[in-house]
Structures are given as structure tokens and as C-alpha cells.
């Protein structure tokens, strides 16, 4: 079974909408859930950061959230623009060991 | 500057050869990773050397060797190239091994093994 996993696999939004990417994963021992962006032909941004005993993350119109119970992490996106476009990754780590989720490319419409 | 730096960027070749991938950070990062992202997008880690040190070691087929001259330098060596080798490989550095902060990516190694 897919360790990390990300809902939709691809998502397109017009310009302004607020939107919600989401995260599950299996064993609730991390260490911390990681947000990346990656743009095509590159490699990937550190969006966000949550250490396991915060449940949320914010930096600017992005904000992120964490429920170690439930194995989920929400990425959730302001008043998107179409700089936003990417794959957005998450990430859960145990140890030194990061492991991903398969991604969701995100295209915003002007 | 560049934090984390990968060469070459595109490497083509044929299947049997030998090649090498570089990577340098200039974080002064203790820890030091490789990843693959094969065709599907799908990103996992290969090795994580910490202070020269191999600390994980997935399931990597043996051609596959690491090696780490100083805490700045991760490079890897691929021995006989297979087709499902061509992917694009990331190196990635960190302050430590014990994943308290982020990981910092360089920008990629496109292979493709003819």
C-alpha cells in the first residue's frame, strides 16, 4: 500500500479561487509533514513545514495543516494565481527518511 | 548562489556504459541525499550519507554506488546501464540526519539510457 498519498492527481482552478490539496498517510510515528512545490524541469521548493506536535503552518497565502490521528495533511491555497501552477508533493518523515506522495499538479487559469 | 548543485543536467547514453553524477552544497549541511523520479513522477530515495557516513541504503540494485568525499560532495556512480535506470535523479542536502528540518533539492539529472 501506497505509503503517502494525494488527492486529486490533478486539479484546475480559475484565478482566485481558494483550493484544498490533501495529503493521507499510513503509520502515525512521523517525525514531521513537508510541503514542496515542483515546477516543470525543476527540482523541488520547500513550501511548508509541520513538526508532529503543531497542527498547522502558515506562510503567506498558504497555509497547512496536520491530524497525525487520522494520518491526513491539508495544503490549502489563497486566492490562487497562475504563478501557483505546479506539482505540489507532500512528504512525511520518519527519521532521515522522507518519503512522497505521488504529487498533484495544480494549473490556475487566468 | 547556488545552494545545491547537480551536473551534468541532461545525460543521454547507451545501455552497458558507466556514468557518474555530481552533486555539491553549499549549505554546510551535515546530511546528503539521493533521490529518483521516474517516468511517472514518483519520488523515492536511494541513499542519505550523513558526515561521509552511508546512513540509508534502500533497495537499490548494487550498480548503483554512492560515494561521498566530503560533507559537501554526494556523487553517484551507475555501473552498466539498464533502460529502466533513465529517470531524473535529485540530490538533496539537510542540516542533519535526524529530520528535524527541511531538505533542500537541487535542480535535477535528466538520464536516458538508450
Known sequence: ?110 | DTAVSQTPKYLVTQMGNDKSIKCEQNLGHDTMYWYKQDSKKFLKIMFSYNNKELIINETVPNRFSPKSPDKAHLNLHINSLELGDSAVYFCASSQDWAGRDTQYFGPGTRLTVL
Open chain 1, 1 to 110: 500500500k501506497q505509503e503517502v498519498t494525494q488527492i486529486p492527481a490533478a486539479l484546475s482552478v480559475p484565478e482566485g479561487e481558494n483550493l484544498v490539496l490533501n495529503c493521507s498517510f499510513t503509520d502515525s510515528a512521523i517525525y514531521n509533514l513537508q510541503w514542496f512545490r515542483q515546477d516543470p524541469g525543476k527540482g523541488l521548493t520547500s513550501l511548508l513545514l509541520i513538526q508532529s506536535s503543531q497542527r498547522e503552518q502558515t506562510s503567506g497565502r498558504l497555509n497547512a495543516s496536520l491530524d497525525k490521528s487520522s494520518g491526513r495533511s491539508t495544503l490549502y491555497i489563497a486566492a490562487s494565481q497562475p504563478g501557483d501552477s505546479a506539482t505540489y508533493l507532500c512528504a512525511k518523515t520518519s527519521g532521515s527518511r522522507l518519503t512522497f506522495g505521488e504529487g498533484t499538479q495544480l494549473t490556475v487559469n487566468p
